[in-house]
């Protein structure tokens, strides 16, 4: 065992009932996760969608089971990576999808796009497209939340290439030194593009890295929802009730290309294959069924009830209004008299 | 010999790497990957891993390791994905690489060249569709490059190699499949010089990069209208080859900038301060710009299209220059 495992708590706070419903929740957020973006592959290649695509295909567990371990009210800010954070943090298909056409009813209006999700509403600060450019911005976010005295924590989530960048350095420095509410999340998937991990960083062990900042650590696999809801609400309620920030690494696989373009040719099928046996979403559906007993039947209507809320995203999006001209330069200031197209 | 854009780029490369030891190439993905835009393609198997070095995402990292083994007298290629990434390690370009020959006196020098790609591609959003080469120009003691052809791109890298002073290198991330003659054997171009992509006499269209292959398609439209239309392409911003323009523009009377670029400060807005200053009483017209507008990049398809220049709105700023149409205000 890791020696970081020491972090993991000891008891379950739900009976074997709750856990039984919480599961299944997780269940249909990890398979509502997967078809958006199934579908948002089909748009892509069919021309409907542009510029990049990041899919999240394999590591829905680490969004879903993370930020089930959130309250509402907690923040969080992730990478271009970040549909599936997005509608874990509450966000609704129909948005993501409508975003990702290009339209007026998306998360960001159409300006964003894939890669910049946002929802003031759902307290979900964005996708960002710089690697590692958000780290010191989430510890902000974090900072402002100690300032005004409010319990409210923030994760962050990065991948793997992310930890060599100098910001993320930064942001971990001053969460550490000003002890901030907050839970940094390494989705280490083991390739930035091309890259795999071994020849991105000469000690990969990630949460290496804490011991320097003054952050807990933990790290463990991420095929298990619960196993990650538990594992990192251990680091929220941590960072909620001691300002202790932890730096949390979960290992997991994309099973897509890095991108839309990425033909990933440079690891095996048999790689692939191997890790698609710990497909976070069977793996799931497996537990409910054997360890929880959950009738076949519930399944397939609650995968039934999925398909058909993709399917309505999809139609919502392809029927909305394009994205408004004026959008264009009415967000680039505050005061809407200020036309950037003058000044 | 016919070639793309990126084979040219990877020629230049490989020709310079075999004729001097120094030169060495370092980048995200252009090892094993082969190149995230497929540039350096085949170069880690010809040269090994000790010259074509796979690094982390630490941007400022790696150029700043360039400089430091610039300064001792290795000539570095550093390639940045793309130039939206040149952000994360701008303290070394500008407060290193840019600076050190004059703080030490001229004792060192930095021969580098950071190159990548840059300006729009298709959606790819606010934070990786930037033109920042006007940017890079406002600092001195860097040398600013963007060749619009395969023939330029090669022969242009080779003498950015070959220069002793840290070359920004800006490819175009959607001309990189773009297939040219290039001459057979050496045809280094010298920085600062330009060079006219189409003849004209009726206005002089000032443009670089991708922008060159915009005006040249309005050039062919205003050509059906009888409009002749003379397209220079600085091809090197920093130096600027002045006099080119300046010969142009005594020709035509009449002058467009086109740039991929935000107009605030824009380069364009430095070459119509020269021109006016230089061969005022030549033009029979105001410059007209034509520029991005000034917002961050939208994603939507349609808005994108707003928002940079396009030919069809080079045709109307030539029409504006003519009086042909309403000046802008
Ligand atoms: C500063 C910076 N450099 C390079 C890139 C190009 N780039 C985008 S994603 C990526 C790989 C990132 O890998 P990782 O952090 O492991 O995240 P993953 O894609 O695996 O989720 C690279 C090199 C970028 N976006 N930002
Ligand atoms: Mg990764």
Redo the contacts with the bound molecule.
């Keep these: 065992m890791n020696k970081s495992d020491q972090n993991a708590p000891t008891a379950q706070p739900e009976n074997h009932e709750q856990q039984r419903a919480l599961l299944g929740d997780l269940y249909r957020q990890m398979l509502l996760i997967r078809r958006v973006e199934e579908a948002s592959a089909k748009a892509y290649a069919q021309g409907k969608i542009g510029g990049f695509l990041?899919l999240?295909i394999g590591?829905e567990s680490v969004c879903v089971g993370a930020i089930a371990a959130a309250r509402k009210t907690d923040y969080v800010v992730g990478?271009?990576?970040e549909h599936g954070h997005y509608i874990a943090k509450g966000g609704s298909p129909k948005e993501v999808l409508a975003e990702l056409y290009g339209k007026a009813t998306g998360s960001s209006g159409g300006l964003g796009g894939s890669m910049h999700l946002f929802s003031q509403k759902n307290r979900f600060l964005g996708g960002y497209?710089?690697?590692?450019?958000h780290v010191p911005l989430a510890a902000g976010v974090a900072f402002a939340s100690k300032y005004r005295d409010e319990d409210d924590v923030t994760l962050c989530f990065?991948?793997?290439?992310?930890?060599p960048?100098g910001a993320l350095h930064e942001g971990l420095s001053l969460a550490g030194l000003w002890k901030l509410p907050i839970v940094f999340i390494c989705?280490?998937?083991q390739?930035?593009?091309g890259?795999p991990l071994y020849r991105t960083l000469a000690v990969e062990d990630v949460t290496e890295r804490a011991s320097g900042y003054a952050l807990a650590r933990d790290r463990f696999k991420g095929e298990d929802v619960l196993r990650v809801r538990e594992r990192v609400g251990v680091a929220i309620e941590r960072a909620r009730k001691e300002r202790q920030p932890t730096l949390i690494e979960v290992i997991t696989y994309?099973f897509r290309g890095?991108s839309m373009s990425d033909p990933a040719t440079y690891r095996t099928k048999e790689e692939v294959e191997e890790w698609k046996l710990r497909d976070p979403v069977p793996l799931a559906r497996q537990r409910l069924l054997a360890e929880f007993a959950m009738p076949e039947d519930q399944l397939v209507s609650l995968e039934a009830a999925v398909k058909a809320e993709v399917q309505e995203a999809v139609r919502f999006a392809e029927s909305s209004p394009p994205a408004e001209q004026e959008s264009v330069w009415k967000h680039v200031y505050a005061d809407p008299a200020l036309d950037p197209r003058s000044t | 010999m016919r070639l793309s854009y990126r084979e040219a780029l990877n020629q230049a490369m490989c020709e310079e790497m075999e004729r001097d030891p120094n030169v060495l190439l370092l980048g995200?993905?252009v090892g094993h990957y082969q190149g995230?835009y497929k540039v350096s393609q085949g170069m880690l198997q010809k040269f090994g891993e000790k010259r074509v070095i796979d690094t982390p995402?630490a941007?400022a990292g790696f150029v700043g390791v360039g400089v430091g083994a610039a300064m001792v007298g290795l000539r570095p290629i550093v390639e940045?994905?793309?130039f939206?990434?040149s952000l994360?390690a701008i303290d070394q370009i500008i407060n290193n690489a840019a600076k050190i020959r004059q703080m030490s006196g001229g004792q060192f020098k930095v021969p580098m060249v950071i190159r990548g790609a840059g300006g729009a591609a298709h959606q790819l959003g606010a934070?990786?569709s930037q033109s920042l080469e006007a940017m890079f120009c406002h600092v001195p003691g860097l040398k600013v490059v963007m060749p619009s052809t395969p023939a330029d791109a090669k022969g242009l890298l080779k003498t950015a190699i070959r220069d002793d002073d840290p070359v920004i290198f800006i490819e175009g991330e959607l001309l990189y499949g773009n297939q040219g003659e290039v001459p057979e054997g050496e045809h280094p171009i010298p920085l600062g010089k330009g060079d006219i992509k189409r003849a004209g006499s009726d206005c002089t269209i000032v443009c670089w990069s991708k922008m060159v292959h915009l005006a040249l398609a309005a050039a062919e439209v205003l050509a059906k209208e009888g409009i002749s239309v003379e397209v220079v392409d600085p091809r090197t911003l920093k130096p600027l080859d002045t006099e080119l323009i300046f010969s142009s523009v005594a020709k035509t009377h009449r002058c467009v900038i086109v740039e991929e670029g935000w107009p605030f400060s824009g380069v364009g807005a430095e070459i119509a301060h020269r021109i006016q200053h230089a061969v005022f009483d030549e033009l029979d017209a105001p410059i007209e710009r034509v520029t991005a507008m000034d917002v961050p990049m939208p994603y939507a398809l349609h808005l994108e299209e707003l928002v940079v220049p396009t030919a069809p709105k080079v045709v109307a700023a030539v029409r504006r220059a003519l009086y042909l149409a309403a000046p802008t205000a």
């Design positions: 990041h999240g590591q990478t271009y990576r497209g710089i690697v590692g450019g990065f991948g793997d290439g992310s930890v960048q989705e280490n998937n390739y930035s593009m890259t994309r890095h | 995200e993905e995230a995402i941007e940045l994905m793309t939206n990434f994360v934070q990786h």
